[in-house]
């Protein structure tokens, strides 16, 4: 079992910047490719980041690459997600999640363990 509590959310202006950060619960963190998703009012939850079980290998949706970073810090069980030049459109409840696969992946589904989300919310 894996507890992820995010945190790092808030209020900020477009072209401004937020960095989230997702604590993991356990000893065996290292183990599991860790995601990022976001879910917007009266939108389906979409895809944001990905990163493998050593941070050696990332994946991004389209729409925040080139914006935002993912990474994580194995000693401390913790993966974060620095967000860059925030657009309206960002605005959602970001979750992170903790999946048992062998490589990155970016399908919901394949995610064992979720957070309860974080609040970003980017003003124009």
């Known amino acids: 079992q894996v507890q992820l509590v995010e945190s790092g959310g808030g209020l900020v202006q477009a072209g401004g910047s937020l960095r989230l950060s997702c604590a993991a619960s356990g000893r065996t963190f290292s183990r599991y490719v860790m995601g990022w998703f976001r879910q917007a009012p009266g939108k389906e939850r979409e895809f944001v980041a990905t990163?493998?079980?050593?941070?050696?290998?990332?994946q991004y949706a389209d729409s925040v690459k080139g914006r935002f970073i993912i990474s994580r810090d194995n000693a401390k069980n913790t993966v974060y997600l620095q967000m860059n030049s925030l657009k309206p459109e960002d605005t959602a409840v970001y979750h992170c999640a903790a999946g048992q696969t062998i490589v990155p992946v970016t399908t919901a589904t394949r995610y064992d363990y979720w957070g309860q989300g974080t609040q970003v919310t980017v003003s124009s």
């Open positions: 990163i493998s079980r050593s941070g050696g290998s990332t």
